[in-house]
C-alpha cells in the first residue's frame, strides 16, 4: 500500500524552504494611486538564469485531480522559479520535496485555498499543477530561453497524497 | 465640457502598439503534464532595464471608478514594462496614449472584461489601475531596481472616458 503524505494548510512559513506563497495576507502593503489602491509588494522572487533567459507570463487550464492523489513523479526547473497564481479560489494541492545530492527526498504536501498563489524556487523539486473539484485556470510566472530547464523524477512507488 | 474618449471592447490587435492582451483567446498553447493541463504560452513580453533591474509579483487591490471617468493624469515607467491581470471576471478600464517625443498625446480607451489582463510594454503613457463596479484584485508582473521608475503626465484638462 502506498506511503501516505497528509497535506497541510499553505502558509508562508511552512512553505519557506521551497519559495514565496502569494497572498495578501502577512504581506509588505502601501497605497497608490492617491489612496485608491493598495498594493502588496513583491511577493515572489522570479528567478531566471542561463543563456537567453527572460521571464514570461502564461496561462495553464488544467484539469482536476482526484483524491487522494496517486503522486508518481515529481519534476524542477534548473534555470528558473516558476509561480502558479490561480484565477479562481479553488483549493489546489501543493507538493514539493528537499533535495539531496540532486534526488528528490520524501514529499511534502500543502492545500492551497482562498486565491493563494505558490512560488516555487530555482530548481525546487514540485508535483506538477493540481487543481481539485473543477477545471481550473492559473497564471503562470516562469522563465523562456536556452538550455534543457526541465529535470523529471520518477518515484520507485507511488506516494497517496490526502487531504484530513 | 471635456473632450469624450470613447472605451472601445480590448482586443490584442487594437492594443498592439501599447503591449500585450494577456487571455487565451488566439494565443500559442500546448497540452503539457499529460495532457491534464493546457499551456497558453508567452503571453506577455516582461522587459526589465536599469540598474538593479528584476521582475517582481505583486497584488493590487483597487476601489472601483465611477464612470463617466475623469482623466487627469497619465504615467509611464521607463525601466520596465507593467502587467495586471484581474483575480475577477469584472471589468476595468485600460487607458494608453501614444507618445510624441516625451508627451501623451490623446488617449484611447479600452474596456477589458472575462478575464483579460494586460501588459504595458516599457515606458508606455498609461492611466492608472481602473476596475469598475467593485473593489477588485489585480496580479500585477512589474519591474523593481534602483532608479526613478515613475514619470507622470498631468493633463491641461481632463478628458471625459465613457463606455457605450
Not at 483549493?91 to 505558490?118: M, S, W
Request: charged share 20%; proline share 9%; net charge negative.
Amino acid at each position: 500500500m502506498a506511503e501516505r503524505i497528509i497535506a497541510r494548510p499553505l502558509t508562508a512559513a511552512a512553505f519557506a524552504p521551497y519559495g514565496d506563497v502569494i497572498e495578501k495576507d502577512g504581506a509588505h502593503h502601501f497605497p497608490i494611486n492617491n489612496g485608491k489602491c493598495m498594493r502588496y509588494h513583491d511577493l515572489a522572487k522570479v528567478e531566471t538564469s542561463g543563456p537567453g533567459a527572460h521571464p514570461i507570463v502564461s496561462i495553464a487550464s488544467s484539469e482536476p485531480y482526484e483524491l487522494p492523489l496517486s503522486l508518481t513523479m515529481v519534476e524542477r526547473h534548473p534555470f528558473g522559479s516558476q509561480a502558479f497564481i490561480p484565477l479562481t479560489d479553488r483549493p489546489y494541492l501543493v507538493v514539493v520535496c528537499p533535495d539531496e545530492n540532486g534526488t528528490p527526498r520524501r514529499p511534502e504536501a500543502f492545500l492551497a485555498a482562498n486565491g493563494q498563489g505558490v512560488n516555487y524556487r530555482q530548481n525546487t523539486w514540485h508535483g506538477v499543477l493540481t487543481p481539485l473539484e473543477a477545471q481550473s485556470d492559473f497564471i503562470i510566472v516562469d522563465r523562456a530561453g536556452e538550455g534543457e530547464n526541465l529535470e523529471e523524477f520518477f518515484f520507485d512507488a507511488p506516494y497517496s497524497v490526502v487531504v484530513e
